[in-house]
């Protein structure tokens, strides 16, 4: 079971046992001052903005052209950094992933 590294809203480090075939954005979401995933994982709000640590972007897919469309609209977007939590599978590989959960736009 890999285990993802989050801090939340607060600056709360957490470890977080995640499930696998799963998206970050389903791990999470339950966390306190967390993602919202307002649409559920559709990639049509941008709630679950999250930032990776610079030592895991590589190590990603890269962002669909619409993922990157939500995320430019976003008060905080990183151009390096900044992901949609929806958009990414948990697996083995991303063992010990390093995020941020963005601040709120609302």
């Known amino acids: 079971m890999p285990t993802l590294v989050v801090k939340n809203r607060q600056?709360?480090?957490m470890r977080v046992d995640a499930q696998s075939g799963i998206s970050i954005?389903?791990?999470?979401?339950?966390?306190?001052?967390?993602v919202d995933a307002i649409c559920g994982g559709l990639c049509s709000c941008a709630t679950c903005h999250v930032f990776i640590a610079p030592d895991w972007r590589e190590r990603l897919p890269s962002r669909s052209a619409e993922e990157t469309m939500l995320l430019e609209n976003s008060g905080s977007f990183d151009p390096?950094?900044?992901?949609?939590?929806c958009q990414i599978l948990v697996t083995e590989a991303l063992d010990g992933l390093s995020l941020?959960?963005?601040p709120s736009d609302f």
Do not use: K, P, Q
């Not at 954005?25 to 967390?34: G, K, Q």
């Open 11 to 13: 600056g709360t480090e």
């Open 25 to 34: 954005m389903e791990n999470i979401r339950d966390l306190d001052a967390s």
């Open 80 to 85: 390096e950094g900044s992901r949609l939590s």
């Open 100 to 102: 941020e959960v963005a």
